[in-house]
T-cell receptor
Framework: AQSVTQLGSHVSVSEGALVLLRCNYS??????LFWYVQYPNQGLQLLLK??????LVKGINGFEAEFKKSETSFHLTKPSAHMSDAAEYFC?????????????????FGQGTILTVHP | SQTIHQWPATLVQPVGSPLSLECTVE??????LYWYRQAAGRGLQLLFY??????ISSEVPQNLSASRPQDRQFILSSKKLLLSDSGFYLC????????????FGPGTRLTVL
């Protein structure tokens, strides 16, 4: 079974500071990994995804994440936080469709991390 | 391009009343469809998913049901709402060529009083 752990339900940074949101996963096969962002009362928007190509993945809004198999991690970073980055962020894992399993495209989400950006 | 719609955007219902939330997808065919519930501070819980018309899989036992009467339509229902059904309901779809990347609708905020 897959699982995702996001360390820290709340992260607070100053504007211009580094953003680091942590995600560790558990999967029996090489996974697909995703980061989504959710603004209040809105749906989820995909930030970036890892699909077994480059281990350093660049996404929208200046975010990037690095897949580290040895650490089973997929942490999200941004060099300089902006006020507009304040939102809730979700890490998710999925089995590839060719893994022989019955994932049916299902994602397993972490509990989310609320990012607060202070002026 | 593909778009996903959900309605209503907000809903306030009394305990014991019925529920029907609708989700439709445009610009794609034969998508996998998903219903999630997001309760305050509890992340996303997958409720149902569907890989085709009339095919519904339930992830958790609960007071809700789902149906897929058409290829791009997914409906979430309840005969009698409970207080615990309050939450933010999200519909999502995935195309098989998209590495399981799910695209989410704008959500429905349900408050049961």
């Amino acid at each position: 079974a897959q699982s995702v752990t996001q360390l820290g339900s709340h992260v607070s940074v100053s504007e211009g500071a580094l953003v680091l949101l942590r995600c560790n996963y558990s999967s029996s096969v090489p996974p697909y990994l995703f980061w989504y962002v959710q603004y209040p009362n809105q749906g989820l928007q995909l930030l970036l995804k890892y699909t077994s190509a480059a281990t350093l993945v660049k996404g929208i809004n200046g975010f990037e994440a690095e897949f580290k198999k040895s650490e089973t991690s997929f942490h999200l970073t941004k060099p300089s936080a902006h006020m507009s980055d304040a939102a809730e962020y979700f890490c998710a894992v999925s089995e590839p469709l060719n893994a022989g399993g019955t994932s049916y495209g299902k994602l397993t989400f972490g509990q989310g991390t609320i990012l607060t950006v202070h002026p | 391009s593909q778009t996903i719609h959900q309605w209503p955007a907000t809903l306030v219902q009394p305990v014991g009343s019925p529920l029907s939330l609708e989700c439709t997808v445009e610009g794609t065919s034969n998508p996998n469809l998903y219903w999630y519930r997001q309760a305050a501070g509890r992340g996303l819980q997958l409720l149902f998913y569907s890989v085709g018309i009339g095919q519904i899989s339930s992830e958790v036992p609960q007071n809700l049901s789902a149906s897929r009467p058409q290829d791009r339509q997914f409906i979430l229902s309840s005969k009698k709402l409970l207080l615990s059904d309050s939450g933010f309901y999200l519909c999502a779809w995935v195309g098989l060529a998209a590495y399981n990347e799910q695209f989410f609708g704008p959500g429905t905020r349900l408050t049961v009083l």
